[in-house]
């Protein structure tokens, strides 16, 4: 009998701490529909600017200024469509163009999109990761056959990782450099893989499953905890390297389809939302990572 309460007990505990905190405090941080419902792929320059895919129409970029003020940066080349967007250390941003098979490149200071590296197998570049030496990591899902790719990206190219995946869409690089987070968003799951300095991956273990709703963009603070967009359930998830939940932030869309680290103090989460053409924003608990 002593034993069988204490594993009942031990159940009610580890239930108690998975979610240590959840709240309901995300406010728009544009005017909504601005965006269209491919509003995707934040990224905040070294100037605290904030960049999405999408502004009005698709095949463009906009940026928005620190009090929420949303104008055109760019339009992308002809048959251009942008998903995911990260910045290097130099300043370089890139572009995964899902429509033409690319990556992309606006150089520092410049305005104009050019082609990084091609790659004719890909499906459809979709969101972006970035290691400190500016190595760039991108999944590449087939929604009709709820399949997915992982690929390296640098000057040389694109290099195939894996194939025959689930539907490949976030996928973060951790503080340390050392770990890779794919998820797969039909199949609800998050991967992780041991990464080296020249960007080859192996071990790869299952990190978390979800029993229900989609999975998209992904984010690590500088603690290393990973911040999952879950759409269709209107939430963003925080998990820690560990595995656990920590703490959930409801938003007031449904469809989050990616989320970013910036403001001063880097703590300031901003949200893409899909169904509500917008962003949103709340306060993390840690600054977002360095790269």
Do not use: H
């Given at each position: 009998m002593v034993k069988v309460v204490f594993f009942v007990l031990s159940i009610v505990s580890i239930s108690c701490e998975e979610i240590k905190k959840e709240t309901d405090n995300s406010k728009d941080f544009t005017k909504k529909g601005l965006f269209t419902s491919g509003i995707e792929g934040p990224a905040v320059d070294v100037n605290g600017y904030l960049y999405?895919?999408?502004?009005?129409?698709?095949?463009?970029?906009?940026?928005?200024?620190?009090?929420?003020?949303?104008?055109?940066?760019?339009?992308?080349?002809q048959g251009s469509i942008g998903n995911g967007i990260r910045?290097?250390?130099?300043?370089h941003m890139y572009i995964a163009d899902y429509t033409n098979h690319n990556v992309l490149i606006i150089k520092k200071g410049e305005t104009q999109a050019q082609v990084y590296a091609h790659e004719p197998l890909a499906n459809q570049p979709n969101d972006l990761a970035i290691a400190p030496n500016?190595?760039?990591?991108?999944?590449?899902?087939?929604?009709?056959?709820?399949?997915?790719?992982?690929?390296?990206?640098?000057?040389?190219?694109?290099t195939l990782l894996e194939s025959g995946m689930g539907t490949t869409n976030g996928i973060e690089v951790d503080p340390t450099a050392t770990k890779l987070y794919v998820n797969e968003s039909v199949q609800r799951k998050i991967w992780v893989y041991n990464l080296d300095p020249q960007g080859n991956i192996s071990d790869k273990k299952l990190f978390y499953q979800f029993k229900d709703y989609?999975?998209?963009?992904?984010?690590?603070?500088?603690?290393?905890?990973?911040?999952?967009?879950r759409y269709d359930a209107g939430k963003v998830v925080v998990i820690s390297p560990k595995g656990v939940i920590i703490?959930?932030?409801?938003?007031?869309?449904?469809?989050?389809?990616?989320?970013?680290?910036?403001?001063?103090?880097?703590?300031?989460?901003?949200?893409?939302?899909?169904d509500r053409g917008?962003?949103?924003t709340f306060y993390a608990d840690y600054p977002g990572k360095k790269f």
């Open positions: 999405a895919v999408n502004f009005k129409e698709e095949g463009t970029i906009g940026v928005v200024d620190q009090k929420g003020k949303a104008t055109l940066f760019t339009r992308l080349p910045f290097d250390q130099n300043g500016g190595i760039l990591f991108a999944s590449d899902p087939n929604w009709s056959e709820n399949t997915g790719q992982l690929w390296r990206v640098d000057k040389q190219g694109f989609g999975l998209d963009g992904m984010r690590c603070d500088n603690q290393g905890n990973l911040y999952v967009c703490r959930e932030v409801l938003l007031k869309g449904k469809k989050p389809t990616n989320i970013t680290f910036g403001s001063q103090n880097k703590k300031q989460c901003f949200v893409t939302l899909a917008c962003f949103e």
